[in-house]
């Protein structure tokens, strides 16, 4: 019998108790294996924190948002937060504790899920001779190799039924309504929500944008009779002449609520030139974390049952160093030094030329 472990790293997301369960239940019911989970991801790989999974454990969490493992933000073991002897915080790397504690519960193999910070120490832990099979998770859907991750079909739902909701009001008072979404470096959140929600204008962060060009739109839009417009803008869009900067909430700054984020930036800029000719208002809504949470959508869950599903095959092949991915809805897997070698993740380079090859049609009626 094999004994495994498995974590969940970085930020949530839906899909990852699907993947979880998955994982769970392959393993014990395909090829009868030991599972235990540690919680708080790497934190509680190096602080021995774990519960043993059995098919109990995963019972009626298939739809649900999160991930019953729960995450840490003291999630890098190589560069970890410890007090010294003066009370200040200095960084170790305590990896050799995390692999002490696999070799004390005889883990033959530790299945880890998460984005590129996780995979980064997957990759590392691999090198340590850790037995790693890593599966990419982001709603970002930007982790290169691999051609959608779960979570971000869930985070497009949340974004196109916010847009349908902000239609009505934007209608009812002549409104220029802006939704900023999440995304970091990569527009497909905005581009593929955006155009789902039937947006006017859509930014992102590949394509810098021109004020006066979203303006353009607004005030024809206007002529044309519709007296509203919708703008769905990514958290990482960037203006072209690079004048106006964009201050992004710092969550340790006292000043953090004074900060605006890009839509706040658009709308102001965007007052200055449509206001006195049509007297619009402009409205922001930042969707923020609802697009991480909720219940899991259809695609998200049978998506995550087939990454965790395809990790335990992988496991019981003694296919190690690896992450899961799906290509042409077929999975498959590559070195995880691939991935987190390639200097892509999260890049707006990359994101941009995976949105312009297949997409490059919505590009273009995003930038019309
Ligand atoms: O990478 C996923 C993501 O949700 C981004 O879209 C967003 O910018 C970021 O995480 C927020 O991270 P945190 O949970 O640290 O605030």
């Known amino acids: 019998i094999k004994k495994i472990a498995l974590l969940t790293g970085g ?54 948002g999160g991930t019953i493992l729960k995450m840490s933000n003291k999630d890098n073991l190589f560069n970890y937060p410890v007090e010294d002897k003066d009370g200040k915080v200095v960084y170790q790397d305590v990896s050799d504790i995390a692999v002490q504690n696999l070799k004390k519960h005889n883990i ?13 120490s997957a990759r590392d832990f691999g090198r340590k001779g850790v037995n790693v099979v890593a599966i990419p998770k982001t709603i970002d859907n930007d982790v290169p190799a691999t051609e959608i991750t ?24 002549d409104r220029v309504m802006i939704l900023e979404v999440m995304g970091r470096n990569a ?36 002529k044309r009779g519709s007296k509203f417009s919708i703008i769905c803008v990514s ?58 949470g909720g219940v899991t959508n259809t695609f998200d869950r049978i998506l995550g049952t087939k990454y965790g599903s395809y990790a335990i095959d992988m496991i019981e092949k003694n296919e190690f160093g690896r992450m899961v991915i799906i290509k042409n809805d077929t999975m498959s897997s590559v070195r995880i030094e691939e991935v987190v070698g390639s200097g892509e993740i999260g890049e707006t380079s990359r994101g941009g030329a995976r949105i312009v090859n297949p997409h490059g049609d919505l590009v273009n009626a995003a930038r019309d």
Not at 188 to 217: M, R
Request: aromatic share 8%; charged share 25%.
């Open 150 to 173: 779960f979570g971000y079909r869930t985070a497009l739902d949340h974004i196109m039924q916010s847009l349908d909701a902000l239609h009505t009001t934007a209608y009812s008072h």
């Open 235 to 292: 958290e990482g869009a960037k203006p072209l002449d690079g004048k106006v900067t964009i201050k992004k909430i710092d969550k340790d700054s006292p000043d953090s609520v004074k900060l605006g984020g890009v839509g706040e930036v658009v709308a102001s800029e965007l007052e200055k030139v449509i206001k006195p000719i049509t007297g619009q208002d402009i409205r922001v809504t930042t969707l923020g974390y609802i697009q991480r």
């Open 187 to 222: 527009g497909w959140l905005a581009l593929e929500g955006g155009i789902a929600g039937s947006a006017d204008v859509i930014l992102i962060p590949e394509i810098p944008y021109d004020i006066n060009s979203v303006a353009k739109t607004v005030l024809d839009r206007y």
């Open 108 to 120: 033959d193999a530790l299945v880890i899920i998460g984005g590129d910070g996780t995979l980064t």
């Open 11 to 64: 930020g949530d997301c839906s899909g990852l108790n699907a993947v979880i369960r998955a994982v769970v239940k392959s393993a014990i019911l395909k090829y009868n294996y030991e599972v235990i989970g540690f919680k708080g991801g790497y934190h509680g790989l190096y602080t021995d924190d774990y519960i043993k999974m059995d098919l109990t454990t995963v019972r009626g969490i298939f739809h649900q």
